[in-house]
C-alpha cells in the first residue's frame, strides 16, 4: 500500500511539474517569438524538411535590429544561385510558343540566353519574351543578353562548368556579348524601344 502511495504521489508531482513547464512556456513564447523565427536557425531547421515540402514553404524573415551583427551586415554579400536562376529563366523561356531549345548562362552580373525558335516566332517578339523572362527573375543590376543565333547555344555550353572567380573566361563572355548584339534584344519596356541589353 505504501509503493502504491509513493508510485501516485511520484507521478502526480512529475505531471504537475510537467504542467508547470508548459504553462512557463505558454508564458514565455510571447517573447521568445522573435527567438524561434530566427532565420539562421529556421533554415537549419529546414536540413530535415523535404525538397518537396520546401517547394511549398512560404519565405519568411523577421529580425529586430539589435539581433543583427551590424559589423557582420556590412561584410554581408548577396548571393545568387546562379545554377537555380539559369534553370528558372530557361524552362520559363520554353513554356512559351515557339521556342524549341534554350540555353542560359548567368555570371556575376550578365545572363545571356541563345534560343531555336520557330520559323512563325517573329525574332523581336521572341526577344523580347526572353529578355523579359530573364529581368523579372535577376536583380536589377545584372545585364540580360539574348539572341537567336543557334550556334551561340554551343557557345554558352562551353563555359557551363566555368566559374566567375576563373578570369580566364571574360573573353569569351565577351566575344559571345557582342555576337548576340547582332540579334534583336527586345523591347526595353521603360522606353518601349528596341534594347542594347542593358536594363536600366
Do not use: W
Request: aromatic residues 6%; hydrophobic residues 35%; contains cysteine.
Amino acid at each position: 500500500m505504501r509503493l502504491l502511495f509513493l508510485t501516485v504521489a511520484c507521478s502526480g508531482l512529475l505531471f504537475m511539474s510537467a504542467c508547470a513547464n508548459d504553462n512557463n512556456n505558454a508564458i514565455d513564447d510571447g517573447n521568445d517569438t522573435l527567438n524561434n523565427l530566427h532565420p539562421d536557425e529556421e533554415l537549419s531547421n529546414q536540413d530535415h524538411t523535404s525538397d518537396n515540402e520546401k517547394d511549398y514553404r512560404l519565405g519568411y524573415v523577421r529580425f529586430k535590429k539589435e539581433q543583427l551583427d551590424q559589423n557582420a551586415e556590412d561584410d554581408r554579400m548577396i548571393t545568387v544561385d546562379r545554377k537555380k536562376m539559369a534553370d528558372i529563366i530557361t524552362r520559363t523561356i520554353l513554356r512559351n510558343k515557339g521556342f524549341d531549345e534554350v540555353a542560359t548562362l548567368v555570371t556575376s552580373d550578365t545572363v545571356l540566353i541563345a534560343y531555336d525558335k520557330a520559323d512563325d516566332r517573329e525574332a523581336q517578339q521572341a526577344a523580347d519574351i526572353a529578355k523579359q523572362t530573364a529581368v523579372a527573375v535577376m536583380p536589377s543590376f545584372y545585364k540580360v543578353y539574348v539572341s537567336d543565333n543557334k550556334i551561340l547555344i554551343n557557345d554558352i555550353h562551353s563555359l557551363h562548368n566555368s566559374s566567375v572567380a576563373n578570369p580566364d573566361y571574360k573573353n569569351t563572355i565577351e566575344s559571345i556579348i557582342t555576337e548576340m548584339k547582332k540579334s534583336p534584344q527586345g523591347i526595353d519596356q521603360n522606353k518601349k524601344m528596341p534594347s542594347d541589353g542593358e536594363n536600366e
